[in-house]
Nanobody
Framework: QVQLVESGGGLVQAGGSLRLSCAAS????????VGWFRQAPGKEREFVAT????????AYADSVKGRFTISRDNTKNTVYLQMNSLKPEDTAIYSC????????????????WGQGTQVTVSS
């Protein structure tokens, strides 16, 4: 098991940027694939991005491709989500999740979740 804590959310104007952090406890963080998901009010949770254990491979939802970048620093037990060119439709609670596997994109594949951080993009 690994415990996850997100930070970095907030209110930003459209076109602005935010960087989310997902800090993990535990010495085996590098054994986990980490993903970011988001859930807007009245909508289902959706995949945003994921990164492999070494950070060598990433994947993104089409809606954020080219604007968001996921990265990780295993020496700091932290995964980041750099979000640029934010749009009002990016408004949601963003959560990170970890899975002790080699690859995961679906929420059901993750069994460790953070509490989430609110991102609000004003027009």
């Amino acid at each position: 098991q690994v415990q996850l804590v997100e930070s970095g959310g907030g209110l930003v104007q459209a076109g602005g940027s935010l960087r989310l952090s997902c800090a993990a406890s535990g010495r085996t963080f590098s054994s986990y694939v980490v993903g970011w998901f988001r859930q807007a009010p009245g909508k289902e949770r959706e995949f945003v991005a994921t990164i492999t254990r070494s950070g060598g491979t990433t994947a993104y939802a089409d809606s954020v491709k080219g604007r968001f970048t996921i990265s990780r620093d295993n020496t700091k037990n932290t995964v980041y989500l750099q979000m640029n060119s934010l749009k009002p439709e990016d408004t949601a609670i963003y959560s990170c999740a970890a899975a002790a596997t080699t690859w995961a994109r679906r929420a059901v594949e993750y069994d460790n979740w953070g509490q989430g951080t609110q991102v609000t993009v004003s027009s």
